[in-house]
């Protein structure tokens, strides 16, 4: 009895020995099994945007734009770019999915960035674009494509009355220019005036900025300075005013004494002075 009582024993513990040694595998097997998982997790956060780098872009109409999204962690998922205006898949990866031939994908293998290039972008292809990854479900990044054209505007035009003797003042203002204008050309007649010519008390005062403001100032008008005035800026469109210079009439459009109320930075008063230097 004794001894079929020690066999159960050493049954028993071989058993239970068996279940622990199992047990204990199956933890590590669990463990083994879920440890990269949680690795990965801690490591790898999947794709995201750097905004930082994903931002709204402001082209210059007929100038090529460019948009830019930075994705991290990518791994093999695919980039995409949707125009939101009519939800239309422009490009995914590096391959084009429009007849337009303005759209085009660029991508380096050796950066995180995806470019989404347009040639000869016009007002109309201002709005929306999204930056679309393949992860399950989707991600993406919205930018704003605002495309502008400069504009030029001559203040008091089309037409300028001005009184024989008193001073011309040409304001020519280049607004939504996404960089100053390099130079801004001035033309009489279609003939680039002329600084240093015999006539004397001409000038250009340019200040450059967001908004450019050129003054053309032409002392002591005399009837020959009547005609088509010209601002010409490197990069927006040109822009006219007829002024005429008169002796005794008074039309209403005339300038009141012969100078232009200020709408922009430099004063009037800096004007003033400059105008009296010329005639000292």
Known sequence: MSLLFGAIGVLALVTNTGCTDNANGLVANLAEAEYPDLELGLAQRGPHFDVAYSRNVTALVGKTAQLNCRVHDLGN??????????????????????????????????????????????????????CQVGTTPPIGHRMYLSVVEPLTTILGGPELFINMGSTINLTCVVQHSPEPPPAIRWTH????????????????????????????????????????????????????????????????????????????????????????????
């Open 189 to 280: 007649n279609d003939q680039e005036i002329n600084y240093d010519s015999p006539r004397g008390g001409v000038s250009v005062i340019t200040e450059k900025g967001e908004t450019t403001i050129s003054h053309l100032l032409i002392q002591k008008a005399k009837v020959p300075d009547s005609g088509r005035y010209t601002c010409a800026p490197a990069n927006a469109n040109p822009r006219s005013v007829l002024v005429h210079v008169l002796s005794g009439e008074h039309p209403a459009a005339m300038q009141h004494g012969g100078q232009l109320r200020l709408q922009y930075p430099l004063s009037a008063a800096l004007l003033s002075v400059i105008v009296a230097l010329m005639g000292c």
């Open 77 to 130: 998922r695919t980039v995409s770019w949707i125009r939101h205006r009519d939800i239309h898949l422009l490009t995914s990866g590096r391959m084009t999915y429009t007849s337009d031939q303005r759209f085009i994908s660029v991508h380096n293998p050796h950066t995180e960035d995806w470019i989404l290039k347009i040639r000869f972008p016009q007002r109309r292809d201002s709005g929306v674009y999204e």
